[in-house]
């Protein structure tokens, strides 16, 4: 048995990562193939890698990836552009940080998806409404987990940078911003997973192309197969892109994974 907390190498990380899959499609399938659970409701697995070779190949879905894929990167990159610099700023003087905190705190918790009927008043059914939910839904979290980053910067840095005579720029940009741009990092790599669950709600509603879309669609043929496949698309190209996202976070900032 390991002991609490010992690591594990990562070869042995990666095999049981992959046993648990394993594990998983096998329960699904004997639960489907078995006759335990109806068709109806859950597809088999080999129903559904079918259903979705015929998606791909006949129906077009890999436009509608390519079109999930921006709506998430325009959204989010866009949330990323405003949040970042504020949360600095919040980080770093503290007057700011007593005026925008309640009503950042406050705007974190409303769903986006209750904003969609305004939306799309606003903004028509159009790309704009589905990249401003991603946006809503991203936003005022980074903002908040920037700031918190780069609040808590160890005290001690900055009054040696003071000793040493910086100034006010100069402890922004040579002591806050470095020691926090690996957490800032990893905080765009996990709320990048979030802004994955609300471009699928932003697709549900008025979308012409996109997985969403698709989802929606294969309920009203109660092609569950296609409705899994969807769903698992949307699982790898976010495992994918945690992956290359870590990647470039230990390309930047190999002292933090030390």
């Not at 109806?40 to 015929?54: C, I, K, R, S």
């Not at 504020?86 to 007057?95: A, E, H, R, W």
């Not at 949307?234 to 002292?255: E, H, M, Q, T, Y």
């Amino acid at each position: 048995m390991p002991r609490p907390l010992e690591p594990v190498s990562p070869a042995v990380r990666i095999w049981l990562g992959i046993l648990f899959f394993v594990l998983f499609v096998a329960a699904w399938a004997w639960a489907t193939l078995g006759g335990y659970v109806s068709k109806t409701f859950l597809a088999d697995p080999l129903t559904m890698v079918q259903e979705g070779y015929e998606l791909l190949i006949r129906h077009g879905f890999l436009y509608d990836i390519a079109i999930t894929i921006w709506r998430v990167v325009g959204g989010f990159v866009l949330a990323a552009l405003l949040a970042v610099p504020l949360g600095i700023v919040m980080g770093t003087y503290k007057p700011v940080e007593a005026f925008f905190e309640p009503f950042v705190s406050f705007a974190r918790y409303l769903p986006a998806s209750a904003f969609i009927p305004l939306l799309i008043l606003w903004a028509g059914i159009g790309e704009a409404q589905k990249l401003l939910v991603i946006f809503i839904g991203s936003v005022f979290q980074l903002i908040l987990m920037v700031a918190i980053s780069v609040g808590n910067t160890r005290r001690d840095l900055v009054e040696a940078a003071y000793t040493l005579g910086a100034r006010d720029w100069g402890i922004i940009r040579r002591v806050l911003i470095p020691s926090s741009a690996p957490e800032i990092a990893e905080i765009l790599r996990l709320v990048l997973g979030w802004a994955w669950t609300y471009v699928i709600v932003a697709e549900l509603i008025g979308s012409s192309a996109g997985i969403g879309h698709m989802i929606v669609d294969s309920q009203a043929l109660l092609a569950t197969g296609q409705i899994i496949f969807g769903i698992i698309v949307i699982g790898l190209i976010g495992l994918v892109s945690d992956f290359l996202f870590k990647a470039a976070n230990r390309w930047l900032f190999p002292w933090s994974f030390a």
